[in-house]
């Protein structure tokens, strides 16, 4: 399918970005999202575990009207070489944002089908009367594909990038809206034809239908792992491509970073009922970050499916991981995820506190009783595991422990691991470790 993107007029901005992306998954040392500890002598790393780039990324037709474009894209000198493909009233919408006023169609709004009340959402709940309200204003405009709204001067700058950040986050059915700009009183959009956004939305609809078939009549839980699973299964990371911070981009392209990941998550949980939010924040080293709170049995739980996905150049389709899945705050936060819910470029903002988590009983590995209190219990488990994934090429080894002690005892034979593993099966050609000691999951992975 075409995509277009809308031609973005030239304004003074109060921020660039409600959201810059999450960085680089091989640049996030403390998730360890590639195998790069190779553990035994004369092996090496299973090769091209890297970032897949998009090449070219969006052509934006904002190059070609002296609009700065977005990273990736083509640099505007460049811009008279490539072909780009301009919505057919993009003047309209041009004049529209820049004289501050109109609509871009009469048309209703796109989702009828779509029910979510967003007064039945944690985040909303979380806002004051007057944020409640100017979030229903921007996103009935969003809906409706209006480019400005007025506001009077009660709308403080701040409050405008909190309230559009969380409307941005928490409503994934607007996989039509951008954040690459932020100004008050204007929406941006990456597409505006309300034809094209309801052709897309039926091959959202076509993914999204079998992967609800697959979780019907299952537990909550049961079903966030189907979710979960389709996810990181059916997607590449990838840092810059169009619709990568969408459900468009994780229903239907297979590439997202972050954002999607989170956002696809949010939108089936919408569908079945399951109360979840988005929450954002930071890795260690400042890189912008997105998962879900979720909620099982009446608890809370944290659930990062961008980092149970790891990379792969060659997708290997039994290649998951479950350190994220269901984890309380204590396991993650100021340890894996910092800043949580917190925008810490430009203008700095609180979005909301999330609800806390503070239970492991739906924890993956407690579900699955692959939870282990001493050495020689998890050695066994291990050994068992290595052979049952190795006999079927499945990639990730993984059980968790139950304190830093088992921990500590058990990571420090992982060369011998590594050893009899090879030698029980001649199809494993490395192992590589991938232990993470804030979640106390010690994960092998097996090379072939």
Not at 217 to 239: C, M, Q
Not at 424 to 444: G, R
């Amino acid at each position: 399918m075409t995509k277009r993107i809308m031609a973005f007029a030239a304004a003074v901005l109060m921020a660039v970005s409600v959201f810059t992306g999450c960085g680089s998954k091989t640049e996030d040392d403390a998730q360890a999202q590639t195998s790069v500890n190779v553990i035994e002598n004369g092996t090496t790393a299973p090769s091209g575990e890297e970032v897949t780039t998009a090449e070219g990324g969006f052509s934006d037709p904002a190059a070609q009207l002296g609009v700065e474009t977005q990273p990736g894209d083509v640099p505007p000198e460049d811009a008279e070489n490539q072909e780009t493909t301009l919505p057919p009233n993009h003047e309209e919408i041009i004049n529209m944002i820049q004289n501050g006023g109109g609509t871009v169609t009469t048309k209703a709004p796109i989702l009828k089908e779509y029910n979510v009340d967003c007064t039945t959402r944690y985040g909303y709940n979380q806002l004051n009367d007057a944020e409640k309200e100017l979030y229903k204003q921007i996103l009935e405009a969003a809906n409706s594909i209006r480019t400005s709204l007025r506001v009077d001067d009660s709308v403080t700058d701040e409050m405008w990038i909190k309230v559009y950040g969380c409307v941005y986050m928490q409503e994934p059915q607007l996989f039509w809206l951008s954040s690459k700009k932020v100004s008050k009183g204007k929406l941006w959009y990456w597409e505006i034809d309300p034809e094209l956004i309801a052709s897309m939305q039926k091959e959202i609809d076509a993914t999204v239908s079998k992967i609800l078939a697959e979780a019907d009549g299952k537990s909550d839980y049961e079903k966030l792992k189907v979710f979960h699973d389709y996810i990181a299964l059916n997607n590449n990371f990838v840092k810059e491509s169009g619709y990568n911070q969408t459900i468009y981009g994780g229903f239907v392209n297979g590439e997202i970073q972050c954002e999607g990941y989170a956002k696809s998550i949010q939108y089936l949980c919408d569908l079945t009922g399951i109360e979840s939010t988005v929450v954002v924040g930071t890795n260690e080293s400042g890189d912008s970050h997105a998962w879900n709170v979720v909620k099982v049995d009446g608890k809370w739980y944290n659930l990062d499916t961008t980092w149970d996905d790891p990379i792969l150049s060659n997708v290997v389709k039994t290649n998951i991981r479950y350190r994220y899945f269901l984890v309380p705050d204590e396991w993650i936060h100021n340890k894996s995820h910092f800043n949580v819910n917190k925008k810490t470029t430009g203008t700095q903002v609180t979005y909301f506190t999330p609800p806390a988590c503070t239970s492991d009983d739906m924890n993956y590995f407690k579900v699955t009783k692959q939870l282990y209190s001493d050495e020689a219990s998890a050695d066994t488990a291990l050994r068992a595991k290595l052979k049952e994934c190795a006999a079927s090429n499945t990639r990730a080894v993984e059980i968790r422990v139950t304190s830093q002690a088992v921990y500590d005892a058990v990571t420090k034979n992982l060369k011998d691991y590594a050893s009899w593993i090879k030698s029980e099966n001649s199809a494993v050609t490395s192992v590589s470790s991938n232990c993470d000691p804030n979640t106390l999951v010690i994960e092998l992975d097996l090379s072939f």
